[in-house]
């Protein structure tokens, strides 16, 4: 069984560019959680997708946004770059009960310059 | 909002031995579940165990326990006979019940000495 797919492994964006970043979850896996992970600010969760709709959502501004796809694929895109927003970008799946295990994918590792 | 605090940026351990991973956490729910991950160099998070907080019975997997403290909303990770391969950053996480996203804890670097 194939695990979590995040593409692409790494980015670099200029400040201002906006961003798409894919998230292919375990087959049969329904639930899509993104987080962000820096060295100031750790692991924030950023929101989770469950059935093509935001079942849960971070403290993260706007520019931040996702969605996901009749097929469970999710994306998460973000706008208007800043230097702030270089991060690892994790993304996780987990079957359809709430609480269960997540399964990690190995992220995209975003630079803005 | 709820936080998990680990007070151990760093833990270093002789191979073989025994090690105590600290967290504490603050919520005002009383449905909830916590979790250690384990993110080794490769970046890919890995679940090591999970406890739901109605369940008063400590999770054990295999060499790794937990010691739940529901009052005192402690819970800390014990890593027995440790092993070089247990090298990594360890998260204690909190997820409230009903809801996906977990809520991280800074992180603890696990050094294990040969």
């Known amino acids: 069984k194939a695990g979590v797919t995040q593409t692409p492994r790494y980015l670099i964006k200029t400040r201002g560019q906006q961003v798409t970043l894919s998230c292919s979850p375990i087959?049969?896996?329904?639930?899509v959680s993104w987080y962000q992970q820096t060295p100031g600010q750790g692991l924030q969760f950023l929101f989770e997708?469950?059935?093509?709709?935001?079942?849960n959502k971070g403290n993260f501004p706007g520019r931040f946004s996702g969605r996901q796809f009749s097929n469970s694929r999710s994306e998460m895109n973000v706008s208007t770059l800043e230097l702030g927003d270089s991060a690892l970008y994790l993304c996780a799946s987990s079957g359809g009960t709430v609480n269960t295990e997540a399964f990690f994918g190995q992220g995209t590792r975003l630079t803005v310059v | 909002a709820q936080t998990v605090t680990q007070s151990q940026p760093e833990m270093s351990v002789q191979e073989a031995e025994t090690v105590t991973l600290s967290c504490t956490y603050d919520?005002?729910?009383?449905?909830?579940?916590l979790f250690w991950y384990k993110q080794p160099p490769s970046r890919q998070m890995i679940l090591v165990i999970r406890?739901?907080?109605?369940?008063?019975q400590n999770a054990t997997e295999n060499r790794f326990s937990v010691n739940f403290q529901k009052a005192a909303k402690s819970f800390s990770l014990k890593i027995s006979d440790s092993q070089l391969g247990d090298a990594a950053m360890y998260f204690c996480a909190y997820e409230e019940g009903g809801a996906d996203g977990l809520t991280f804890g800074k992180g603890t670097h696990l050094i294990i000495q040969p």
């Open positions: 087959s049969g896996h329904r639930s």
């Open positions: 406890q739901e907080a109605y369940k008063q």
């Open positions: 919520t005002s729910e009383s449905d909830y579940y």
């Open positions: 997708y469950f059935s093509e709709t935001q079942r």
